[in-house]
């Protein structure tokens, strides 16, 4: 398995609470990504990083922000959480091989919004 | 930008059936392609993939998938299942022709092996 950590793997928190979940990587992959999996639609890409401070929005974005400041770690920032952002978030990443790109995936973080 | 449509949302199968997911995908350009699996309360593992070569990609635990380029499809098959294949599969695509190296996922088939 890939060297990819989440962190925490679990939290509750109640609507309007900012949250941050951590993504970290032994791996030195420059490609980082938050992925969101909700029952019936798969997985759906929230944001993704090619590089350290190089940051891109994904199909589902809003309410979300993210950072990268070390080739490590990529964080998720959800401002103010709301009951709609209960999911379970995933982070991949990837070394971005032009030949063909494989993402590896994290172990997730399961958010339940009261 | 690319799609890509996973025909059955549940399989339920005995142990020793054989099995094959659909999976099919919009963009006409170059593509590759992933079978993901996610056993119960575990995350995605990559199962195999597709990049050029012989369209005919084995994987692990005995998977295969066949990518068609004609009809944009790049189905899941394994000639006897266990129940320890019982978990959700995920099919997805990036269209390097079209410079999207982003991963479009399908939404999912969830295999249940009947022991």
């Known amino acids: 398995d890939a060297g990819i950590t989440q962190s925490p793997r679990h939290k509750v928190t109640e609507t309007g609470t900012p949250v941050t979940l951590r993504c970290h990587q032994t791996e030195n992959h420059r490609y980082m990504y938050w992925y969101r999996q909700d029952p019936g639609h798969g997985l759906r890409l929230i944001h993704y990083s090619y590089g350290v401070k190089d940051t891109d929005k994904g199909e589902v974005s809003d309410g979300y922000s993210v950072s990268r400041s070390k080739t490590e770690d990529f964080l998720l920032t959800l401002e103010s959480a709301t009951s709609s952002q209960t999911s379970v978030y995933f982070c991949a990443i990837s070394d971005g091989s032009i030949v063909g790109e494989t993402q590896y995936f994290g172990p997730g973080t399961r958010l339940l919004v009261l | 930008a690319q799609s890509v449509s996973q025909h059955n949302h549940h399989v339920i199968l005995s142990e020793a059936a054989s099995l094959e997911l659909g999976c099919n995908y919009s963009?006409?350009?170059?593509?590759?392609l992933f079978w993901y699996v996610q056993y119960p309360g575990q995350h995605l593992q990559l199962l195999l993939k597709?990049?050029?070569?012989?369209?005919l990609v084995k994987g692990i635990k005995g998977f295969e998938a066949e990518f068609i380029k004609s009809k944009f499809s790049f189905n899941l098959r394994k000639p006897s299942v266990q129940w320890s294949d019982t978990a959700e599969y995920f099919c997805a695509v990036n269209a390097p022709g079209a410079g999207s190296y982003q991963l479009t996922f399908g939404k999912g088939t969830k295999l249940s092996v009947i022991p």
């Open positions: 963009y006409g350009g170059t593509v590759n």
């Open positions: 597709y990049f050029s070569g012989d369209p």
